[in-house]
T-cell receptor, first 115, second 116 residues
């Protein structure tokens, strides 16, 4: 059974650029969540999508956006990159949503470095 | 506002010892408390989870103890092994659907090192 797949695994971008990260959930999972992980702030919630609808959004600036497609695959976009956006971006999927269902599975993440 | 506080930041134990990691939460509406294990280069993986209607849950060498009145829960790793060396995160969530749910609030993590 395939897990949560995130692409690319590593990314280096320059300040001011934009970036798009991709997440393919486990087959049958309709909820996709995104988290930012940094050494200082730990794991912070970005947003959650279910059936192409954003159900919850964390406290991040509008430069961070996401979407979900009809096949449940999700993308997140960060525009006008800042040095502080350097982090590991994690995607997680579940059948119904985090907390509602125990099956909340993380991908291995995309390591974004902004220079 | 940090709603889940985790301690210690790092922990070193000897092989065969007991590792104990503690978490405290603020939101009394939380009703789902999972623990995640993360190895370098990997995403967090669910280890064990508990709901507040029980005070303890055990799965193999891993036990969660839950104290609802104190708003605290802890992870105990019995007979700790070098392979348990990883970062452990506690988390909390609202399990019911709707509103501002649909997210996990994480503690900041504990780096566990088990010496052989």
């Amino acid at each position: 059974k395939a897990g949560v797949t995130q692409t690319p695994r590593y990314l280096i971008k320059t300040r001011g650029q934009q970036v798009t990260l991709s997440c393919s959930p486990i087959s049958g999972h309709r909820s996709v969540s995104w988290y930012q992980q940094t050494p200082g702030q730990g794991l912070q919630f970005l947003f959650e999508y279910f059936s192409e609808t954003q159900r919850n959004k964390g406290n991040f600036p509008g430069r961070f956006s996401g979407r979900q497609f009809s096949n449940s695959r999700s993308e997140m976009n960060v525009s006008t990159l800042e040095l502080g956006d350097s982090a590991l971006y994690l995607c997680a999927s579940s059948k119904t949503g985090p907390g509602v269902n125990y099956g909340y599975t993380f991908g291995s993440g995309t390591r974004l470095t902004v220079v | 506002q940090q709603q889940v506080k985790q301690s210690p930041q790092s922990l070193i134990v000897q092989k065969g010892g007991i590792s104990i990691i503690n978490c405290a939460y603020e939101n009394t509406a939380f009703d789902y408390f999972p623990w995640y294990q993360q190895f370098p280069g990997k995403g967090p993986a669910l280890l064990i989870a508990i709901r507040p209607d029980v005070s303890e849950k055990k799965e193999g060498r891993f036990t969660i103890s839950f104290n609802k009145s104190a708003k605290q829960f802890s992870l105990h790793i019995m007979d700790s092994q070098p392979g348990d060396s990883a970062t452990y995160f506690c988390a909390a969530s609202l399990s019911q659907s709707g509103g501002s749910n649909y997210k996990l609030t994480f503690g900041k993590g504990t780096l566990l090192t088990v010496n052989p």
